[in-house]
């Protein structure tokens, strides 16, 4: 599974000092938490859904068909992954953190 943007951005604002947060022009901060709980909502839902193996792919235009379903273990990464595609489909992208 490739790491995307987002995962490897977290890993080195961990392992480094730099914080970041989604902004976007126009958007306050109050506007930015709740699309970005709203992207979170439904991003471990569908990588619920796809991990359950009981349950088929299912089709969501925000982001395609989904197959092969994901391990258990793979379901952090697959929510990351999708969080990710949210929020820069709302026009998001990840800056440093004003001090």
């Known amino acids: 599974m490739r790491v ?7 890993a080195l604002a961990l392992g480094g000092c730099t914080r970041l947060h989604w902004a976007k022009p126009g ?3 109050e506007a ?9 909502a439904l991003a471990r ?3 619920a859904r796809m991990a359950d193996p009981g ?6 235009p ?3 068909s989904i197959t092969p379903q994901p391990r258990r273990v793979e379901q952090p990464l697959v929510e990351a992954e999708l969080l ?3 929020m820069r489909e709302k ?3 990840l800056v440093p953190a004003e001090r």
Do not use: K, N, Q
């Not at 995307?4 to 977290?10: G, K, R, W």
């Open 27 to 29: 958007a306050d901060d």
């Open 4 to 10: 995307s943007a987002f995962v490897l951005a977290v």
């Open 55 to 60: 349950l088929s792919p299912t089709v969501d």
């Open 84 to 86: 990710e595609a949210c």
């Open 91 to 93: 026009g998001y992208r």
């Open 62 to 64: 925000r982001f395609g």
């Open 45 to 47: 839902a569908h990588a």
């Open 32 to 40: 930015a938490r709740e699309d970005l709980d709203g992207c979170r």
